[in-house]
């Protein structure tokens, strides 16, 4: 009999009581179970077997057998929601708990990490909020933008060095004196619906993507992309650019239908990369992997992303302090808790803590919006910028409680040289102040500090909320008029070529230090870009983002330090990028 069934006979049987001896006669017992007498031995019996309860028959007439219930009916329902949920029967475990969503949270939680099942490896996490249609065109977010490196490929990647690796395309070249690229595509590559990727689906991907705003500006110069045949793409600039292989194998130009682009909100979204989506939804998304991707195979069969808002402290199996969409000043974490410093400090040392941990690519930084009626003069942000200083900030975080993991930041990526910080040359501030910033735990928890620090300068601070694409198309068309906006920025895994875009193709910041300084910052970046190799972006770009900290542009605040725990159920896991454990890559060897 299946431990379903068992289960109902079972319910029947505790109002008898829980954990204490009961003196019955088998015959009760059946008349209680609403069965023979035969067939409630039976039951009692393999009851017994799976230590459900004890059960000790006396044998002779009248004699009074001993019965002892060993589990609460809850925590046997749990018992049985956790092996549903281990091998992926999620509907079933939720009707076991009888739809209590609260308890199906905890137990997903408990149970995050690598199963087998039925020769599958499956992964499951969890995450504290839904994640948005998953396409590249749109703006996304860091987790996202993970997500859809998992989902689909570009025609080459960059790594972190700034080296052009294949994908789709096994072979390209520049032509310095044409400016052209040429890309080569692998035979027989397929999206994952079946349809053929080949040279003529990504021209109309491009001349697609040509079309949308948010491309114009780091395509300005793309004058043509064409095909001679069906796995040769031909892309002509009107300018120089030895980086633009790093540019395009970033995720905004993921390979992607060309139908797919547009305002459809469907998110059974059709990829090229080593997972394909079965399930998303607002509770969970689902991936398995795709058979034909282009190259390895990943070691991981499905994975399954739950929306989880109950994080408890000691449920985790895996966990790491990548923060989530919040407007509470506390920081949340998926698969995690909130932690500061101080207790992820302490937790170093410790059997089960760090296993790994980087500082991010990135930063969140104060920008002075030269776009309001209440312009900051350059005293008042030189002024600004000594007051806000990051270990101002992180001094009234750690007495506000509200530490993230972080470190402070000297610069706007950390591997740049640290800015030596202004002289407190005192000047006078306006009698009110408003700071923009998007629903992000970590920039809202700097946000309340600096109000808090402003406040005591006497100070008016107003705190507008936005969300991430609502900060960034208000920035665009020019609305976004408070004169503080705390943001940030977070390179991709082709780092190189995602530190220029967070420069030249960013509309907060460009909005926001005025006409006369954009214009010299696109120049500078054009000019890098026409007589640069890729792998040396990052030098070349760190005095053109110091020139935006000592003009008083913008203050660095806060390196998010990113670590991943798991405790002895992940093999050989790598922290990426985004703060993610690399998906494709787990196994288990057992």
Request: proline share 3%; aromatic share 10%; with cysteine.
């Amino acid at each position: 009999m299946s431990d379903l069934n068992l289960l109902r006979y079972y319910t029947r049987l505790v109002p008898l009581g829980v954990g204490s001896e009961i003196k019955t006669a088998l015959v009760d017992v059946s008349e209680v179970l609403f069965t023979s007498v035969r067939h409630a031995r039976n039951l009692l019996n393999q009851m017994h077997e799976l230590e459900w309860l004890t059960w000790a028959p006396k044998v002779g007439r009248n004699q009074r057998s001993t019965l002892v219930l060993n589990l609460e009916l809850i925590e046997l329902k749990k018992q049985l929601a956790t092996e549903r949920i281990v091998s992926g029967k999620y509907e079933k475990a939720l009707a076991i708990l009888d739809d209590d969503k609260k308890e199906f949270g905890r137990l997903l939680q408990s149970t995050s990490g690598v199963s087998m099942h039925e020769g599958q490896l499956h992964l499951q996490l969890t995450y504290k909020r839904s994640f948005e249609r998953l396409v590249p065109h749109q703006l996304q977010r860091s987790s996202e933008r993970y997500l859809l490196r998992q989902l689909y490929c570009c025609l080459v990647t960059s790594d972190r060095d700034g080296l052009v690796e294949p994908q789709l395309a096994h072979h390209w070249e520049y032509d310095p004196e044409h400016y052209q690229w040429t890309f080569y595509l692998r035979p027989g590559l397929t999206f994952h619906d079946g349809s053929p990727i080949d040279a003529a689906a990504i021209v109309k991907l491009y001349k697609k993507l040509l079309t949308l705003p948010e491309y114009q500006t780091e395509l300005s110069h793309l004058s043509d992309v064409s095909s001679e045949q069906p796995l040769k793409i031909l892309f002509t600039l009107s300018e120089p650019d030895k980086g633009f292989a790093g540019l395009i194998s970033g995720v905004r130009y993921s390979i992607q239908p060309v139908s797919q682009v547009g305002g459809t909100s469907d998110y059974a979204v059709i990829g090229s990369g080593p997972f394909e989506v079965v399930e998303h939804s607002s509770e969970k998304l689902r991936l398995q992997a795709f058979e034909r991707y282009y190259a390895c195979r990943a070691l991981t069969d499905r994975v399954t992303i739950w929306r989880l808002n109950e994080v408890k402290k000691d449920l985790s199996l895996i966990e790491t302090n990548q923060l989530a969409s919040n407007n509470e000043k506390e920081c949340n974490h998926y698969v995690a808790y909130s932690v500061s410093d101080e207790s992820s400090e302490a937790d170093d040392n410790t059997e089960q803590g760090i296993k790994y941990s980087r500082i991010e690519d990135g930063c969140m930084f104060a920008l002075f919006n030269q776009n309001t009626s209440t312009l900051l003069g350059e005293q008042q942000r030189r002024y600004l910028s000594s007051v806000l200083s990051a270990q101002n900030v992180y001094k009234r975080m750690r007495e506000q409680k509200s530490l993230f993991g972080c470190e402070v930041a000297g610069n706007l990526l950390p591997m740049w040289q640290t800015m030596l910080r202004p002289f407190r040359v005192e000047s006078t501030l306006p009698a009110s102040l408003s700071i923009a910033v998007y629903d992000y735990a970590a920039l809202m928890s700097c946000v309340y500090s600096i109000q808090s620090i402003l406040q005591e300068l006497g100070v008016k601070v107003e705190v507008n909320t936005y969300s991430y694409r609502e900060l960034s198309e208000r920035s665009a068309n020019g609305s976004l008029t408070e004169e503080l906006i705390i943001t940030n920025i977070n390179l991709d895994d082709n780092r190189h070529a995602s530190a220029f875009d967070s420069l030249f193709n960013n509309p907060i910041l460009h909005n926001s230090i005025g006409t006369m300084a954009s214009q010299w910052l696109t120049e500078s970046l054009t000019t890098l870009r026409s007589s640069t190799e890729l792998c040396d972006y990052l030098n070349d770009l760190e005095p053109i983002a110091s020139t935006l900290i000592s003009e008083f542009y913008l203050t660095p605040l806060f390196h998010h330090r990113q670590t991943l725990r798991f405790h002895g159920v992940l093999k050989d896991v790598e922290l990426t990028n985004w703060g993610w454990p690399d998906i494709r890559n787990v196994w288990s060897a057992s």
